[in-house]
């Protein structure tokens, strides 16, 4: 006889429904559940904050820093115009734009704090960075409407200065004009014109913005600048595309992607997202010791029913694939109910935000959540084939049974 695989199926379920002798067993069935649920659930939640924080991550860096940055090895480029069109009839890229990025220092009083200070073209910058969006007081097209020299702070750097928009203050350079006594720093009376606030403590600390015209004329740079800004249209093919950039412009033009800029950044956050799996899968897999060890003691307690379905005719895969599926059930079940859940508090959590974060800290004020549904494929895919592997001796044990022996004792 051939068990049909509906019977194989009645038989696992009928397993699973625990007798009055057989509570222990089902108490561990449902425990190896309830661990199925948990592991599959924190792996979704974890992952997603962390695939959260990366995004926000990302989003503060590149509102600030471009896509790519094009600079000249032998120092400041001059004729700029010339390589900003040949680098905008690459399909690929978005923008460009002109930079200048020098050190200095910016003074208030006795308050004093070493400074980057950015030269931007306002008209050309809002295409490339989304800076413009993290101006909380002030426009970043008030550098450009005030007759007096404007400059853009950010929000930490004006509170160590002690000013507030409209307020006076100082941009010192240490390379000025060479006089009998040395070289004599130069110094610049700028207004504030803008507040802005990234969320990153590094760049709200030290940068300050002014127009391209002003930066050139301050630091006696002529006509010459840092670099090209240049954005491009999806930012994960950024490497092809500067490969693009670097065939196009040639020696001696040097090419930098943000990935690269910030690569250990990134390389660490990767790092512990696969650490937090590894950890995580642990608890899946102690799940499944508890359905490797229920369906051992199932297979005991059942040692007289699979002799007579033997007896019957039943074969030894028939019987392997009773325990399996019954194995396979137990994890299917903890598995769907735990993305459920994961799935329901990631939602949750990125809809209400009920829970908030020292902002002073992390500089995010709720947790972030981005769900990445191929991410919770591998988690669900995984979680069924530990599940699938916890069944197999249990179900082997099953099938080598003896109906012989087992019968002549009953």
Not at 211 to 216: K, L, N
Request: proline share 2%; with cysteine; charged share 20%.
């Amino acid at each position: 006889m051939n068990l049909t695989t509906n019977y194989k199926f009645y038989i696992a379920l009928k397993y699973l429904k625990a007798k009055r002798s057989e509570k222990f067993i089902s108490l561990i069935t449902i425990i190896s559940i309830l661990g199925v649920i948990l592991g599959v659930m924190t792996l979704i939640i974890v992952i997603s904050v962390m695939n959260g924080f990366e995004k926000q991550l990302r989003d503060k860096i590149l509102g600030v820093n471009s896509h790519i940055i094009v600079s000249k090895m032998s120092g400041n480029i001059d004729n700029y115009h010339p390589l900003i069109d040949k680098l905008e009839k690459i399909d690929s890229i978005e923008a460009v734009t002109p930079f200048i990025y020098r050190q200095a220092m910016l003074s208030n009083g006795d308050s004093v704090s070493g400074v980057v200070v950015r030269g931007i073209d306002v008209s050309l910058d809002k295409n490339v960075t989304t800076f413009s969006k993290s101006i909380v007081e002030g426009s970043i097209n008030s550098l450009y409407e005030s007759d007096n020299r404007s400059i853009i702070i950010g929000k930490e750097l004006a509170k160590l200065l002690g000013v507030t928009i409209d307020d006076k203050v100082n941009i010192i350079s240490p390379f000025g004009r060479i006089t009998p006594m040395g070289m004599t720093p130069k110094m610049a009376r700028f207004t504030v014109k803008g507040i802005f606030s990234t969320g990153m403590y590094d760049y709200d600390s030290t940068l300050c913005y002014i127009t391209i015209r002003e930066a050139q004329s301050f630091f006696n740079m002529g006509n010459f600048i840092t670099g090209l800004e240049v954005k491009v249209k999806n930012i994960y093919d950024v490497k092809n595309i500067a490969q693009k950039v670097k065939t196009t412009l040639g020696y001696p033009f040097w090419i930098r992607d943000w990935m690269d800029m910030n690569k250990n950044l990134f390389a660490a956050l990767k790092l512990e997202q696969v650490t937090m799996f590894i950890i995580l899968t642990l608890i899946i897999f102690v799940a499944a010791f508890n359905i490797a060890s229920s369906l051992i003691m199932m297979v005991m307690e059942k040692s007289r029913d699979i002799a007579i379905l033997k007896a019957i005719g039943a074969r030894s895969k028939d019987i392997m694939h009773i325990f399996m599926i019954q194995g396979l059930m137990i994890g299917v079940t903890g598995t769907f109910l735990g993305t459920v859940l994961g799935l329901s508090s990631c939602f949750l959590l990125e809809k209400y935000k009920f829970i908030s974060l020292p902002k002073d800290v992390y500089y995010i004020s709720t947790l972030p959540v981005e769900i990445n549904m191929i991410k919770i494929s591998i988690i669900v895919t995984a979680s069924i084939f530990i599940c699938f592997l916890a069944t197999i001796y249990p179900s082997w044990q099953a099938s080598r049974l003896n109906p012989t022996e087992i019968l002549r004792y009953e």
